[in-house]
């Protein structure tokens, strides 16, 4: 006789509910979640799957909707009310946007040490100071989004609360800092190429990764980790005055960013990324699904797509191993460079915007502007 099944804790049917969204919204942290969150922020997280908002959107709203409710309990001993009183927006505030001077003779004066502790064993909290304003804005921008799509209205928009970011912000002043301190322009990414210089799978793979981000306009991580053989087309070769054709592939871009979806964005690749990007799926053996993916440490590749960070861990690790410092780098230096190294050759910036997919033309000139300030007679006076 059969024994009886024993009947799931909440803990186990919330983990296994996530467990259903995972092919739109990737976890990593299932188990942690299914403790922090909610029935209903599982069935809001569901519904946000089925309405079809893009995959990166939903994976910044759960990761900012799980910092709010573990930065709840730590605080208040109990989940987020929703609606949020403003009492606790402007509480929020106050624990993440506080001046470190104040503090020294204030323990009192920001996040208290307690909630700092239970946050950092949680690993919501790595780094020590306050919070970057921009993170805060984000973390109340997605709260708000939530408190919408379960229908109410919040305290998000009230005088208190804009003036207290306001003032929290001009009483410590922070300098803005670039995505990538340096851009991988054309010679930084020769160095990077070195290191991929054999044909084990992981220099294969990675070679592909850094050709074809910068060739297709610099694209972003997510698009890179997320792209799939499905979205690639071979076109007719290129013809050249001198020597033989070069291949030539579309990426049809899908949702992005600066998409809605509903456009069929393309870049195009030619040459040698085009010859990249083929060796590294043959060597792969990759027939369809996602193109870049995880590689174990007896060679195995995985079924899986590669996480967005591994990108950016990607490019890090070939910066150390060309003698640069790796701190210096990301993942966005690539599109930084793609811009700034076509404005070095004298590229036109529409030429450029087509590739790049930039909305704005104001954010793709700034990188015109800086390479022309920088090698023009205003700057070279001595």
Known sequence: MAKPRKAQTPVERRAEELDTIASVLPLDRRDELAELLTDQDIETLRHLVNTGMGANTLRALTSDLSYLQAWSIAATRASLPWPAPEALLLKFVAHHLWDPEKRENDPDHGMPHTVDQILRSQGFLKSAGPHAP???RRRLASW???????????????PALKQAIRLAVRAVPRPRKRKSAKAVTGDILARLLVTCGSESLRDVRDRAILMVAFASGGRRRSEIAGLRLEQLTVEAPIEMESGPPLPSLAIHLGRTKTTNGEDDDVVYLTGRPVEALNAWITAAKIGKGSVFRGIGRWGTVSKRALDPQSVNAI??????????????????????GYMTEAANRGIPLPEAMEQSRHRSVQQASS??????????RAARML
């Open 367 to 376: 990188y015109y502007n800086n390479a022309t300030r920088r090698s023009g």
């Open 315 to 336: 490019l890090k690790r070939r910066a150390e191993m060309a003698g640069l410092d790796s701190g210096e780098f990301s993942a966005h230096g690539l599109r930084s």
């Open 144 to 158: 708000s989004t939530l408190t919408k799509w379960r229908g109410f209205s919040g305290a998000f928009t009230s």
């Open 134 to 136: 921009d993170t805060v």
